[in-house]
């Protein structure tokens, strides 16, 4: 099984979640998870907004995730993939501070002509295009705890298998159609997984965003 691209993934994300109670927020990690978000979004009828967070990479290795940052200030550290690279606390901290930089650019410019969906008290569905190592998804979920979410559902068209007990201190539900035993890059799982630009976020932001304020 493969997805067409990440707006059938939303589609295919949507039925697996089914009819939502009551009424949820969707927050998608940009960029590749606003299209599958919105998808999910324009399915199911519920409200949608953007959850900025970073991958913080290994210097050597970009795509291996050693931490993640996001919005609020939130910081998690991915201890094995630290050691691993041998990446010492002054690099480290030189990455960290990059992609805090770009987190910052992102949230003016997506949040620019809205504001940010109030969280207090509500359930909320975290959506990104896939999830390799976690990392980025536990930021997300602690950030939508932080700004006081009282359930926390990820929900993702493809991970890994243990993603549930990765992730089970943050999150209250996992959902995921497809858990491959062996999943080396989430882009496997796409026939089309060609990049999304932020012209394209906004777009959608303006658009499915619009629409479900109300």
């Known amino acids: 099984m493969m997805y067409r691209?990440?707006?059938?993934?939303?589609?295919?994300?949507?039925?697996?979640?089914?009819p939502p109670e009551g009424s949820p927020v969707l927050l998608a990690l940009p960029r590749g998870g606003v299209v599958v978000g919105a998808a999910v979004a324009?399915?199911?009828?519920?409200?949608l907004d953007v959850l900025v967070v970073r991958k913080i990479g290994v210097p050597s290795q970009p795509e291996l995730a050693m931490g993640a940052v996001g919005?609020?200030?939130?910081?998690v550290v991915h201890d094995a993939a630290v050691r691993l690279g041998r990446v010492s606390p002054a690099a480290f901290e030189r990455v960290r501070l990059a992609e805090e930089t770009e987190l910052d650019r992102r949230v003016r410019a997506y949040r620019t002509h809205r504001n940010r969906?109030?969280?207090?008290?509500?359930?909320v569905l975290v959506v990104d295009d896939g999830v390799a190592t976690g990392s980025t998804a536990r930021a997300a979920c602690l950030v939508a705890r932080a700004a006081g979410a009282v359930?926390?559902?990820?929900?993702v068209p493809v991970g890994p298998p243990d993603?549930?007990?990765?992730?089970?201190?943050?999150?209250?539900?996992?959902?995921?159609?497809?858990?491959?035993p062996s999943l080396f890059a989430i882009g496997e799982?796409?026939?089309?997984?060609?990049?999304?630009?932020?012209?394209?976020?906004i777009a959608?932001?303006?658009?499915?965003?619009?629409?479900?304020?109300r």
């Not at 969906?117 to 359930?123: A, K, M, Q, W």
């Open 5 to 18: 691209d990440r707006a059938d993934a939303g589609r295919v994300l949507a039925d697996t979640l089914g």
């Open 42 to 47: 324009e399915r199911l009828g519920v409200e």
């Open 71 to 75: 919005e609020d200030g939130v910081l």
């Open 117 to 123: 969906v109030p969280l207090e008290g509500r359930s």
């Open 151 to 155: 359930r926390v559902t990820l929900a």
């Open 163 to 180: 993603l549930a007990e990765r992730l089970a201190t943050v999150v209250d539900q996992v959902v995921c159609p497809m858990a491959p």
């Open 189 to 201: 799982a796409y026939e089309d997984f060609s990049p999304t630009s932020d012209a394209e976020v």
């Open 204 to 213: 959608i932001l303006a658009r499915i965003g619009a629409s479900s304020d």
